[in-house]
C-alpha cells in the first residue's frame, strides 16, 4: 500500500531520517500507520524548534556536510 505523507511530514521526518518518504514507506509495511504518526508527533517540537534557527539543515544534508570533511 502507498501512504501519501504531507509536506510537513516529510520535512519532519527528515530531520530525523535520510530519505523520510522511504523511511515511512518501510515502517507503513511492517509497524503500521500508528507507529509512523507517533514517531512523526515525538519528533513535531525538535523538527520546530530547529527549523527557526537560521542555516537549519535537516538530516541528509547534515550527514552529507560531515562526509565532505
Sequence with gaps: MNHKLT????A??????VD????AQHAYATVGPEA????IARYRPEYEAA???EGYKNRAA???EL???
Design 7 to 10: 509536506d510537513e511530514q516529510i
Design 51 to 53: 527549523k527557526a534557527v
Design 67 to 69: 562526509k565532505s570533511k
Design 36 to 39: 509512523v504518526e507517533a514517531k
Design 12 to 17: 519532519i521526518l527528515g530531520h530525523i531520517v
Design 62 to 64: 547534515r550527514d552529507a
Design 20 to 23: 523520510p518518504q522511504a523511511w
